[in-house]
């Protein structure tokens, strides 16, 4: 809603909503010393620098419109599923580096028994205050391994403790089947890990493949300690391209085992290669069942999703339905799996309920339960927030800003800006022109006492191209341009050219795990 300020310049809603939660008056807006506002709205004062006290005056209390004023719930630990990740909370805005955050993305996970989500970190903030801001680092995760169909794969310093324990394990195996081997098992149990996890790479290799097939961009490929992730940075466009993305995972599963059978037929049995091939074989089997299972976040859960979402028109209702699938199998994984193992249903001698082998049982489907309620919760937040992120748009959460120029004291340009009611300020040259952003953070860290002798130049950063963000930017299309290029701030302008204010990328995650917290 506009209305007239002190000197005719229109003012929005949501600059009333920071008076009444500031203290602050907003006067009215002088053409001479404030960025040229818009006609339809102002730029949304979303964080104010600091400013002198002295130049305060009393709260002049008005109608607010409060939509942005509450602060957002800090979003919940990521857990496991094949879909869009949430971003982290949002950062303190006096901290230096505040980043811009990621455009979700959706992942697949082959966990040896399941496909499961993980969130992925925001690129960073630039360090430093001048300079043009880079592009971020290509995604890290722990050791470089390759990069198959242009798509890095790592190993997370996790994969080694489980290999380790897959070597115990299994050597302890060997030594009852093949006890000739003396110490030489663990080495064989070695080799074992080593080529299931190659399995899993097979496993999400599967679903990068189809997803650049369905030019959807992947991210990287990480190993780790419950399996393999593949980072999926766009969500499918159509019900039967996500059928197809999770299926083709546990269908190369099938295929691996059925090759590891063939494999098993031309050796001899109770042989190092025969144990091998036929330990291999079970895993790959077991790996393809447990994901076909029909909930989220395992592959089964996305293709069942996929399926309701082709009945029903709705994404979201496929994403409802399959999430609560995959906490019921929570619970019959929490509950059966421990029965299961000690009444002989698993293909074992059935067992007294009782010692470290129940204990064991017990932890590890507690484990597996707890990954499946947490991945399908996870979902169920993310399909939230894809239905609230077009209402994230750059024009409703850029702050008002005042222009000054480069040699301007620190303490002037902050009585200009408290005058005209705004919490930016942009350094132009002589004609107007933007040159490069004062960042909030550096204002925090410059005592007021100093503040007549520093000048606004030393504390500003840069203007890049990629800083420049217009303000018609919204949803996926406004997360994707902060991604591209990390900063703290970014100018934001009018289609004309005209400064419109500046965004802060802390004022973006706010917004974005605000709305993963409202309900649909």
Same mark, same amino acid.
């Given at each position: 809603?506009?209305?007239?300020?002190?000197?005719?310049?229109?003012?929005?809603?949501?600059?009333?909503?920071?008076?009444?939660?500031?203290?602050?008056?907003?006067?009215?807006?002088?053409?001479?010393?404030?960025?040229?506002?818009?006609?339809?709205?102002?730029?949304?004062?979303?964080?104010?620098?600091?400013?002198?006290?002295?130049?305060?005056?009393?709260?002049? /209390?008005? %109608? #607010?419109?409060? &939509?942005?004023? +509450?602060?957002? @719930?800090? =979003? *919940?630990?990521?857990?496991?599923?094949? $879909?869009?990740? /949430?971003? %982290? #909370?949002?950062? &303190?805005?006096? +901290?230096?580096? @505040?980043? =811009? *955050?990621?455009?979700?993305?959706?992942? $697949?996970?082959?966990?040896?028994?399941?496909?499961?989500?993980?969130?992925?970190?925001?690129?960073?903030?630039?360090?430093?205050?001048?300079?043009?801001?880079?592009?971020?680092?290509?995604?890290?995760?722990?050791?470089?391994?390759?990069?198959?169909?242009?798509?890095?794969?790592?190993?997370?310093?996790?994969?080694?403790?489980?290999?380790?324990?897959?070597?115990?394990?299994?050597?302890?195996?060997?030594?009852?089947?093949?006890?000739?081997?003396?110490?030489?098992?663990?080495?064989?149990?070695?080799?074992?890990?080593?080529?299931?996890?190659?399995?899993?790479?097979?496993?999400?290799?599967?679903?990068?493949?189809?997803?650049?097939?369905?030019?959807?961009?992947?991210?990287?490929?990480?190993?780790?300690?419950?399996?393999?992730?593949?980072?999926?940075?766009?969500?499918?466009?159509?019900?039967?391209?996500?059928?197809?993305?999770?299926?083709?995972?546990?269908?190369?599963?099938?295929?691996?085992?059925?090759?590891?059978?063939?494999?098993?037929?031309?050796?001899?049995?109770?042989?190092?290669?025969?144990?091998?091939?036929?330990?291999?074989?079970?895993?790959?089997?077991?790996?393809?069942?447990?994901?076909?299972?029909?909930?989220?976040?395992?592959?089964?859960?996305?293709m069942l999703r996929a399926v309701v979402w082709k009945i029903t028109g709705k994404p979201m209702s496929g994403t409802v339905a399959a999430a609560w699938v995959g906490r019921a199998l929570a619970i019959s994984v929490l509950i059966g799996l421990p029965l299961l193992t000690h009444s002989g249903g698993l293909g074992t001698d059935a067992q007294d309920i009782g010692g470290m082998d129940t204990v064991m049982d017990a932890l590890l489907a507690a484990i597996l339960a707890g990954i499946i309620w947490t991945g399908a919760g996870n979902s169920l937040r993310v399909a939230r927030l894809r239905e609230h992120l077009p209402e994230l748009r750059a024009r409703a959460l850029t702050r008002r800003a005042v222009p000054v120029e480069t040699h301007t004291p620190l303490s002037e340009a902050l009585r200009r800006a408290n005058e005209a009611g705004a919490r930016a300020l942009v350094v132009v040259d002589a004609d107007g022109d933007p040159l490069s952003l004062v960042r909030e953070a550096a204002i925090v860290g410059v005592p007021e006492h100093r503040r007549p002798w520093v000048a606004v130049s030393g504390l500003a950063q840069d203007l890049t191209d990629g800083m420049r963000v217009s303000a018609e930017l919204a949803g996926e299309d406004l997360l994707e341009v902060l991604r591209a290029t990390p900063a703290t701030e970014y100018l934001v302008v009018e289609d004309s050219g005209e400064i419109y204010g500046v965004l802060s990328a802390a004022d973006v995650e706010k917004a974005f795990v605000k709305a993963m917290a409202r309900p649909s």
């Open positions: 809603m506009d209305e007239s300020g002190g000197s005719g310049q229109p003012r929005s809603g949501t600059d009333e909503a920071d008076e009444i939660r500031t203290g602050r008056p907003r006067p009215g807006d002088p053409a001479t010393t404030t960025a040229r506002p818009p006609s339809d709205q102002q730029p949304h004062d979303a964080g104010t620098p600091a400013e002198p006290e002295e130049a305060a005056a009393p709260a002049r /209390p008005e %109608p #607010a419109d409060d &939509r942005n004023s +509450e602060e957002p @719930a800090t =979003a *919940p630990p990521t857990g496991p599923g094949h $879909h869009p990740a /949430p971003a %982290p #909370a949002a950062p &303190r805005t006096d +901290e230096p580096d @505040a980043p =811009a *955050p990621e455009q979700p993305h959706a992942t $697949h996970r082959s966990e040896g028994h399941r496909s499961e989500a993980h969130t992925p970190a925001p690129p960073g903030g630039r360090k430093g205050g001048k300079g043009p801001a880079k592009r971020p680092k290509e995604p890290g995760g722990g050791l470089l391994m390759g990069r198959p169909f242009g798509v890095p794969v790592y190993v997370a310093p996790s994969w080694f403790l489980v290999a380790a324990l897959i070597t115990w394990v299994f050597g302890g195996q060997l030594d009852r089947v093949l006890p000739e081997l003396g110490m030489a098992r663990y080495l064989v149990s070695l080799f074992f890990a080593v080529a299931f996890y190659a399995s899993v790479l097979v496993h999400e290799l599967a679903h990068t493949v189809a997803a650049l097939r369905f030019k959807l961009p992947v991210r990287r490929i990480q190993l780790q300690f419950f399996g393999g992730v593949s980072e999926i940075e766009k969500e499918s466009e159509t019900p039967g391209r996500e059928f197809v993305l999770a299926f083709v995972g546990p269908l190369l599963s099938l295929i691996l085992g059925g090759l590891f059978y063939l494999a098993l037929q031309t050796v001899e049995p109770g042989t190092v290669p025969g144990v091998l091939l036929g330990g291999l074989m079970i895993s790959n089997l077991i790996v393809a069942a447990f994901n076909l299972l029909p909930g989220l976040p395992l592959d089964g859960g996305r």
